[in-house]
């Protein structure tokens, strides 16, 4: 798959989440965005990483990782259930799925604290493809 090809995978796979608002959820370049108001909102971000070649059969297979982070952030002092439950409804969404050659493993969540009035957690979502 292409950088593009994984992009476009990983994009149609959250915009197919039922977890929150799509409007609460800003992709990579997306105009700016202004959460205000919103319970729970969302960042996605896709990191390449590593590629690989195995030679199999004809020639080289190119295996590329790389890790998805979803950001999600609910206002200071709203309480973990919903952004535990939100983080729960895309782990789903994601761990152990696949999109063609496109898979994605186990999800990890990571509290990143509080800043600017948005408590954070970070749910990273490692992946592979051919």
């Known amino acids: 798959m292409t950088l593009t090809e994984i992009r476009n995978a990983v994009i149609k796979r959250m915009t197919a989440q039922a ?7 800003t ?3 997306d ?7 919103k319970t729970i909102w969302a960042r996605l971000t896709n990191l ?15 295996h590329r990782s790389g890790i998805i982070i979803i950001q999600l952030f609910v206002p200071v002092g709203s309480r ?17 799925k696949s999109d063609g050659e496109l898979d994605y493993f186990a999800v990890s969540a990571v509290d990143a604290g ?9 749910l990273q979502i490692p992946y592979r493809a051919l």
């Open 27 to 29: 992709y990579p370049n």
């Open 48 to 62: 390449p990483g590593m590629a690989a070649a195995v030679e199999i059969g004809d020639g080289p297979v190119t």
């Open 80 to 96: 973990s259930l919903l952004i535990t439950e939100t983080a729960d409804k895309l782990r789903e969404l994601f761990e152990w």
């Open 114 to 122: 509080e800043t600017d009035g948005w408590s954070q957690l970070n």
């Open 31 to 37: 105009p700016t965005f202004n959460p205000s108001g």
């Open 19 to 25: 977890a929150m608002p799509a409007s609460s959820v």
